[in-house]
């Protein structure tokens, strides 16, 4: 494209005073397949486009607008003509330009033809530095009770946390709109306790949200229940399922019979229209049968398999069941290659030190911490973290305004890998691996802080 880097004005206003960014949504059904597309305009004009809230293209601001013209399906004389008006060129210059941009708009929004919606995992495309003025998902952990007691959880609020009512949350979830964040995600604590959540779900589609939920899966045993939800506008639903054994799961999630509903609520969601996956924590009591594991899923039909490491927050620091990062390499080899046999996606979560684990090594993706930057989570009261796991408030959504929250000192000091291990400063992968996951290294550092002082008291005593 000749004239692409040559405009700074953003699409529909003129005041440059004016901070917000715009959120547009559409809906493209092409064979079937039903693609959601968020376009969002920051004040520069500059763009990005999200795919199914899965793929992320950033777009300068003449492909931010001509995506725009294109995607409110403005009649091609007329967007031709916008364009050689806006950027002073020839009418042949704007055409070509414009059918070439709509030939490469239409491949980057087909769908993939898998799985329209890939839940958590974002695929971005080049160029990697460009920093977002807002996250593409929010986590809303809209309440930390839960019907499981996992050993395990990240979770290190008490069960009875505040909770804010119904509307609270609607506001919020007009804010985040404002903000130009198309994707929620209802997590917990155990988001399906909330007698609100279909209410809640249906007031973010009707925004034009893409609304997903993090779930044990029990409550889905209902399928009046599941039905709901659907009717409710919910996209996608990730059940947390710790192993094809009854008794192993029972036990990661301390709650007898959790297993059985757990099944039952898969099998469900799975007859539904909804895109179903799994998340399985591997951890030392599931994770010697893994193979078993995921044969069992691939007889149910899970298309998505989502495995994770122990996350080290909450109860995850002390309760001593994770497995070693450098121990991780043969259990994902295996996955990858069950779930390639029983034609599944496998999505690895958890950012490593590549040192020790290096996704890209099996095809696993980069992995990088993505808190603050493509992610962050509200908490029950609207207290906002940097991610679901990291328990620093870096403000509160119904009284502090985007910016101070979204500039916060700890926000920032993420997205710029401030305080990454020194080993890392000089490292090749850095870019890619990012030191791997901040709470991690706090916690090998609070343990070997924890180490010296025992030292020092034998030394003493
Ligand atoms: S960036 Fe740090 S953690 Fe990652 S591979 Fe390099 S040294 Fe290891
Ligand atoms: S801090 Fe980053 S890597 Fe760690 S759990 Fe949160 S998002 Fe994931």
């Not at 469900?268 to 069992?296: D, G, H, I, R």
């Not at 990062?325 to 990858?336: D, F, I, N, Q, V």
Request: hydrophobic residues 35%; contains cysteine; proline residues 6%.
């Amino acid at each position: 494209m000749k004239f692409l880097k040559n405009f700074s004005n953003s699409i529909n206003r003129n005041n440059s005073q004016d901070k917000s960014p715009e959120l547009f949504h559409y809906k493209r059904q092409k064979v079937g397949e039903l693609s959601r597309i968020h376009l969002r305009v920051d004040p520069d004009g500059t763009g990005l486009l999200l795919v199914n809230a899965s793929k992320v293209i950033h777009l300068n601001p003449t492909a931010a607008y001509m995506a725009h013209l294109s995607l409110e399906e403005i009649p091609e004389d007329q967007a031709i003509s916008k364009i050689k008006k806006r950027y002073k060129v020839t009418k042949e210059a704007a055409q070509s330009d414009y059918l070439d941009f709509q030939i490469q708009l239409d491949e980057l929004i087909r769908p993939d033809g898998v799985c329209p919606l890939h839940d958590l995992e974002l695929e971005i495309k080049p160029p990697f530095n460009v920093e977002p003025s807002a996250p593409y998902r929010m986590d809303l952990a809209i309440t930390y009770r839960c019907n499981n007691d996992c050993p395990h959880c990240y979770n290190a609020r008490p069960r009875n946390y505040r909770e804010l009512d119904t509307q609270s949350w609607k506001d919020i979830l007009d804010k985040l709109w404002d903000y130009g964040i198309p994707h929620i995600v209802y997590t917990g604590g155990e988001p399906t306790i909330r007698a609100d959540l279909c209410e809640l779900i249906a007031y973010a589609e009707k925004n034009g949200q893409i609304t997903g939920i993090n779930t044990n899966g029990r409550r889905l045993k209902d399928p009046d229940f599941v039905k709901q939800l659907v009717d409710a506008g919910l996209d996608h639903v990730q059940i947390t399922f710790e192993s094809h054994n009854p008794s192993i799961h029972d036990e990661m999630v301390a709650a007898r019979g959790a297993w059985e509903q757990t099944v039952s609520g898969l099998n469900n969601v799975l007859e539904s229209p909804l895109f179903v996956m799994t998340n399985t924590t591997m951890l030392n009591a599931n994770s010697p049968y893994l193979a078993e594991t995921l044969k069992f899923l691939a007889n149910m039909g899970v298309p998505t398999i989502g495995l994770n490491a122990l996350i080290y927050s909450g109860k995850g620091k002390n309760v001593g069941t994770g497995i070693k990062e450098s121990e991780l390499s043969p259990l994902l080899e295996t996955a990858r290659l069950l779930t390639q046999k029983y034609n599944q996606r496998l999505i690895w979560y958890t950012p490593t030190q590549y040192c020790n684990f290096d996704p890209m090594q099996l095809e696993l993706g980069v992995k990088g911490c993505t808190a603050a930057r493509y992610n962050m989570c509200i908490e029950p009261d609207g207290v906002i973290l940097p991610c679901q796991s990291y328990y620093v408030k870096l403000g509160n959504l119904l009284v502090d305004d985007w910016d101070s929250i979204w500039n916060h000192q700890l926000a920032v000091s993420l997205r710029e890998r401030r305080n990454i291990p020194a080993k890392c400063r000089t490292c090749v992968l850095l870019s890619e691996c990012g030191g791997g996951c901040p709470l991690y290294f706090q916690h090998v550092n609070d343990q070997n802080k924890h180490e010296e002082s025992i030292d020092n008291f034998h030394h003493f005593v």
